[in-house]
């Protein structure tokens, strides 16, 4: 068994926290392709999956740590840092959460376990949807009174975040990867 480490943003933090999200969408990159045909009809992908079903991923969030001096005002089983999922505020001066990258796994309190790995383009959720959005952390970003489906809005999430390198247009290959959390 293995453990990496994993980002995910506030929002995503929240779902897993909250038992929603149990699924993630992670780029194939291209070290991982060992062959690859992408015809007219379809295609398919053979590559080396960097993670592995029982694998453990350790979630990096955005923090900050206490200092010493500092009282806690709640109570944690992680003390001597905040986590801005919790809607913690480090608020003396000069303090600014720390990008979830830099966090060290000390400091990380949520395992998650790999209980599966497929390969698929991001457009695909579109066959499953329901399930398939739910999985992702559902109803992440979600107004009621937006006029939205759950895959548009899963676009726009994905643009925001991946839209750069990997944007939804391109309809790039993706390791989705099931997991739970680990108590």
């Not at 398939?132 to 009174?145: A, I, K, T």
Request: proline share 7%; aromatic share 12%; charged share 30%.
């Amino acid at each position: 068994m293995k453990e990496k480490p994993i980002l995910f943003n506030t929002d995503m933090v929240k779902a897993i926290l909250e038992g929603r999200k149990t699924q993630t969408r992670r780029i194939v990159k291209e070290k991982d392709i060992m062959s690859k045909w992408d015809g007219v009809e379809g295609g398919h992908i053979l590559a080396s999956c960097p993670y592995g079903q029982g694998d453990r991923l350790w979630v990096r969030e955005t923090w900050y740590p206490v200092p010493e001096h500092k009282p806690v005002s709640r109570t944690t089983n992680y003390p001597k840092v905040w986590y801005k999922a919790n809607n913690d505020k480090p608020t003396w001066g000069g303090s600014i959460w720390k990008p979830s990258i830099f966090m060290p796994r000390k400091y990380s309190r949520i395992t998650l376990k790999i209980t599966g790995v497929e390969v698929e383009r991001v457009q695909d959720i579109n066959q499953t949807v329901h399930d398939e959005v739910l999985r992702e952390g559902w109803p992440f970003g979600y107004s009621q009174h937006e006029n939205i489906s759950p895959v548009k809005l899963f676009e726009r999430i994905w643009d925001s975040i991946n839209g750069k390198k990997y944007p939804w247009s391109d309809n790039p290959w993706v390791w989705v990867i099931s997991f739970k959390k680990v108590d």
